[in-house]
Structure formats: structure tokens, C-alpha cells
């Protein structure tokens, strides 16, 4: 049964029981009672209002329905022990008070008070009833909540999982594959490089080409397997030398960016000049503050690439750990790419790297 249908019966009822209950058919008491019955109706937003309206029924005549409803209701919506409490006791002070109250000098006190006390255990019904529903509605809601939780818990160590599948596979695939292919190139460039008819080294050009393809392809999917973890979606674009102006304004120091590339170079060519200058930005960031830093694209002949120097630092030095990974990374990039990769101090005290690569690079 729905809330409104089950509200009518209920005020349905209440007017039966004041009807049965009524004493006195004067019209003040007439209009409270209809007033006490007709606000059931509203019970569920105002419970405690509805209640206050009942208690002058309940202290007409006795009536039952409408002051144990109103509190029930109270006691189901309400978290408020001592407000229940006297909203108890005022109903069955309102239900043993005989009326007219005038009738109460002449009354048996005793009885009262006995009335009281049965009244008071009556009132107490509705509120403990009340007040177990309201558990059972909130041990409800908690269960939800832990439920929710452990299905969360769940997703999180699923998750969890596989990124730790990811970042196996990452390393096996580092371990194993991408040393393999960087042989192959290595080979095929030796091959190449002695090879005395012109077959055998266009042949060794194209496999290492394709082994140095597929290494920088094989790169750009170990990154993304070992940033697992983070939000699905479309694997973010890789840089490309119309990046490196926004990489030069972002590095945090002054640079200065002299010269250009000519167009059409190879999409492995831009990233090896774009993270050769990332690289040496982010060292001259660590290891010379306050210096200023030089990056010179450079062309010409048989080559192109990328220079980049810095000036002595102008600020105390941190100690900061560095493996030089990273300069060794890009050096085996260089390689990769049938190119050559330095770096060194300069004469004025400062740092400078130099990547050179062919301009035949895909």
C-alpha cells in the first residue's frame, strides 16, 4: 500500500476512534479533533507539529489512534531521546487528565496516577516501535555503505592487479625485446656499414630501419603499460618539434631557441631531437641554477640536430643523485637512429649536448 492510501485509512480511522471516544460535542472540541485527525495526512513532514495537534484529543476523551500514530511517527524521524521522552510522558499526561479539568479536584487522584502509569506503558509502544525501525532503516543504509565499499575495495585490488600485470610485462618487454631489437639495429648497421655490394646494403638499411621503427614504437608501449593505473581514454599524442617552443616556455629558466629543422623529418627523428632537449633542460634545471640555457637547431649537409648548452651556475649547487640514464638513453636513441649523441663540460664552465642525426632518418 502506498504512503497517501495508507495515510487516509489511518485518518479514516482516527475519525472512527474520536467519534467512538468524543464526550462533549462542542465545536471547539469538535474542530481540534478533526484537526488532530486531518493532520496525519502530513505526519511524515511534520511529526512533531501532527503530535502537538493530538494531544487535545487525547485530552477530550480517549482516544487512541491519532496521539500513538503522531507518536510513532515522531519516534521513527526523530533522533532526539529527551524530546521523545516528554512527548511520551506529555501524551499520557494529556490522555489521564480527566475533561473538564474542573472535574479534577473531585476525582480520585490515585486513580490518575495509576491511569498515568498505564498510559505512560502504552505511549512507550509506539516509540520503541518507532525507534526500531529507525535502526533497521540506518543498519540498512550502513549495510549499503559497506557494500558499496567492498565493491569499491574490489575494483581497487582488481586494478591493482593489473597494473602490477602491466608493469611485468613492461619489463619483460624492456628486458628482453627491446635489447633483442636494439641488437638487430646494431648489427644491421655494422652490416651496412661493411657490406661491399650495393644489394646486401640496402637490405641492411631497410632492416635496421625497421628495427629502429619498431624499438621506438616498442618505447612508446612500454610508457604506457607502466603508466597503468590512470584514467581510459586515448594515449595521450607523442611530441613532435611543434612542442618544443611550448617545452622551451615551460622549463622554468631562460632559454633561448636559435635556428630551425626543415620540414618533412620523421616522426622518431622530432621525438629524439624533442626529448634530447627535455633531457638537458630538466639537468640544467638540477644541476646549474640560475644559469641560462642555448637550444640551436641546426641543418645542413648530410645531417640535422639539436644543440644545447648552458651557461656556469649562478646559485649554490644542490647535491642531487643522478645515474645519467637519462643521457645514456638518449645516446642509444642517437644510435638507434644511425646518428651520434655527445655531451661534456664547455670551456666557459657550463654543459653542452649535441645530438647529430642523418637526414635520410624516417
Not at 183 to 195: C, D, P, S, Y
Not at 241 to 259: C, H
Not at 318 to 325: F, Q, W
Amino acid at each position: 500500500m502506498g504512503a497517501l492510501p495508507a495515510d487516509a485509512l489511518l485518518v479514516a480511522l482516527a475519525a472512527v476512534d474520536v467519534g467512538l471516544q468524543l464526550d462533549h460535542d462542542t465545536p471547539l472540541e469538535m474542530a481540534l479533533s478533526a484537526a488532530a485527525c486531518a493532520a496525519l495526512l502530513v505526519r511524515r513532514r511534520f511529526p512533531l507539529a501532527v503530535f502537538l495537534l493530538s494531544l487535545p484529543a487525547a485530552l477530550f476523551s480517549s482516544v487512541v489512534v491519532a496521539p500513538l500514530a503522531a507518536l510513532y511517527t515522531l519516534a521513527e524521524r526523530s533522533r532526539d531521546r529527551r524530546l521523545l521522552i516528554a512527548c511520551a510522558t506529555a501524551s499520557a499526561v494529556a490522555s489521564a487528565l480527566p475533561w473538564p479539568l474542573s472535574d479534577y479536584a473531585t476525582d480520585d487522584r490515585f486513580w490518575t496516577f495509576v491511569d498515568f502509569v498505564y498510559l505512560l506503558a502504552t505511549a512507550a509502544a509506539p516509540l520503541f516501535l518507532g525507534q526500531l525501525v529507525q535502526a533497521r532503516r540506518d543498519a540498512a543504509e550502513r549495510l549499503a555503505e559497506v557494500e558499496e565499499a567492498r565493491e569499491h575495495e574490489r575494483r581497487l585490488h582488481a586494478q591493482s592487479v593489473l597494473a602490477r600485470e602491466r608493469a611485468q610485462l613492461a619489463r619483460e618487454m624492456h628486458d628482453v625485446v627491446s635489447h633483442q631489437v636494439s641488437l638487430i639495429a646494431v648489427r644491421a648497421g655494422a652490416l651496412q656499414v661493411g657490406a661491399k655490394d650495393t644489394e646486401t646494403r640496402e637490405a641492411a638499411r631497410t632492416i635496421r630501419g625497421l628495427s629502429v621503427t619498431t624499438l621506438d614504437e616498442l618505447r612508446h608501449m612500454v610508457t604506457l603499460l607502466r603508466a597503468s593505473g590512470g584514467r581510459t581514454g586515448e594515449p595521450a599524442p607523442q611530441p613532435t618539434l611543434a612542442d618544443l617552443r611550448q617545452l622551451v616556455d615551460g622549463s622554468g629558466i631562460e632559454v633561448t631557441l636559435k635556428g630551425e629543422l626543415p620540414s618533412g623529418i620523421g616522426a622518431p627523428a622530432q621525438r629524439a631531437v624533442y626529448r634530447t632537449v627535455q633531457e638537458a633542460l630538466t639537468n640544467v634545471r638540477k644541476h646549474a641554477p640560475g644559469a641560462t640555457a642555448t637550444v640551436c637547431l641546426w641543418h645542413g649537409g648530410d645531417g640535422l640536430g639539436v644543440t644545447v648548452t648552458n651557461t656556469p651556475p649562478t646559485r649554490p649547487v644542490l647535491e642531487l643523485p643522478g645515474s645519467r640514464v637519462g643521457l645514456i638513453g638518449l645516446a642509444e636513441r642517437a644510435e638507434n637512429l644511425a646518428g651520434s649523441f655527445e655531451a661534456g663540460a664547455t670551456a666557459d664552465g657550463g654543459y653542452g649536448v649535441r645530438l647529430r642525426l642523418p637526414t635520410t632518418t624516417d
